[in-house]
């Protein structure tokens, strides 16, 4: 079964709403989360990195303020799309890496999809 | 800096004949290299990872990959496709053997399985 969710699955919001998308370790305590975007077609890109309890690291070209993370437990990162535009509509994936059954490991989310109108 | 290629972006293949998907990769270091499935609608998973042990690599659902640090490659492999097998597959490269802390991902292969 899934190791990591995300929530919600599919969000359409209007333009200039800001929109939050949850990542959730299940079984395990992820001491890191990553997000990831990815256009249709096109390949995972990574936006920034998350530790427990600290700021997150942004990839260059990311802006920070518009996409606000919050890493506040060992299970639960969340992504804050914020004054979303029609620019920001993408397919977002969390990924969380911890120990697991002994083993240092990395899962993937299910995956959000963004549509702003 | 680390890159990867996925040298094709759509493969066809008939059911029950071989795959082939190909992949190479650019890296400062010793690599770790990894290939996921996404299907649609769902999250990316692990079909197998090399992190500088045997060269060839078993994977899950038949699939392999071969590591040739002269060719600088990892193509991903299986004998006979099956229709479940139809989907996106990424060739990933991280540069920190062990962990991958950091995940470079290719642009992708669409796999189609025809009847």
């Known amino acids: 079964g899934a190791v990591v969710s995300q929530h919600p699955s599919w969000v359409i919001c209007k333009s200039g709403t800001s929109v939050k998308i949850e990542c959730r370790s299940l079984d395990f305590q992820a001491t890191t989360m990553f997000w990831y975007r990815q256009f249709p077609k096109q390949s995972l890109m990574l936006m920034a990195t998350?530790?427990?309890?600290?700021?997150?690291?942004?990839e260059q070209g990311v802006e920070k303020d518009k996409f606000l993370i919050n890493h506040a437990s060992l299970t639960l990162s969340t992504l804050t799309v914020t004054s979303a535009h029609p620019e920001d509509s993408s397919f977002y994936i969390c990924?969380?890496?911890?120990?697991?059954?002994?083993?240092?490991?990395?899962?993937f989310g299910p995956g959000t999809r963004l549509l702003v109108l | 800096a680390q890159s990867v290629t996925q040298l094709d972006s759509h493969v066809s293949v008939s059911e029950g004949t071989p795959v082939l998907l190909r992949c190479n990769y650019s890296?400062?270091?010793?690599?770790?290299l990894f290939w996921y499935v996404q299907h649609p609608n769902k999250g990316l998973q692990l079909l197998l990872k090399y992190t500088s042990a045997a060269t060839l690599v078993k994977g899950i659902n038949g699939f392999e990959a071969e590591f040739k640090k002269s060719e600088t490659s990892f193509h991903l492999t299986k004998p006979s496709a099956h229709m479940s097998d139809a989907a996106e597959y990424f060739c990933v490269v991280s540069e920190q053997a062990g962990t991958a802390s950091k995940l470079t991902f290719g642009t992708g292969t669409r796999l189609q399985v025809t009847l």
């Open positions: 998350s530790n427990e309890g600290s700021k997150a690291t942004y």
């Open positions: 990924s969380a890496r911890g120990s697991r059954e002994g083993r240092e490991t990395q899962y």
């Open positions: 890296s400062s270091y010793s690599p770790s």
